[in-house]
């Protein structure tokens, strides 16, 4: 088991099954477009959680386009982690979180 700051790594299927506890429905055809971009892009899940976060945050619910643009930016940019992730969109501006 990954640890990072006492927090344990999720698998995307983790982290899809914890945001349903929560309340978050994504319809099958969201889930399926996850899997395309983890596939399409091949980030580590960490990274995949954290465009499905951030698109959640900034959309207010799932939508595919801009997660895909998201999650295409972070591997054009070498981003490999949630952290840097979420510094590289507050740097750039790109969402207001």
Do not use: C, W
Request: no cysteine; aromatic share 12%; net charge positive.
């Amino acid at each position: 088991m990954d640890e990072r700051k006492g927090k344990r790594l999720r698998t995307v299927d983790q982290y899809l099954n914890a945001l349903q506890g929560k309340g978050f429905q994504l319809q099958e055809d969201a889930i399926g477009f996850i899997y395309f971009g983890k596939h399409y892009t091949n980030a580590p899940d960490e990274l995949i959680n954290a465009a499905i976060e951030l698109t959640l945050k900034a959309q207010k619910s799932f939508d595919g386009s801009f997660y895909m643009s998201l999650l295409e930016t972070f591997i054009q940019n070498k981003i490999r982690t949630r952290t840097a992730a979420i510094k590289y969109v507050k740097e750039k501006e790109l969402l207001a979180i």
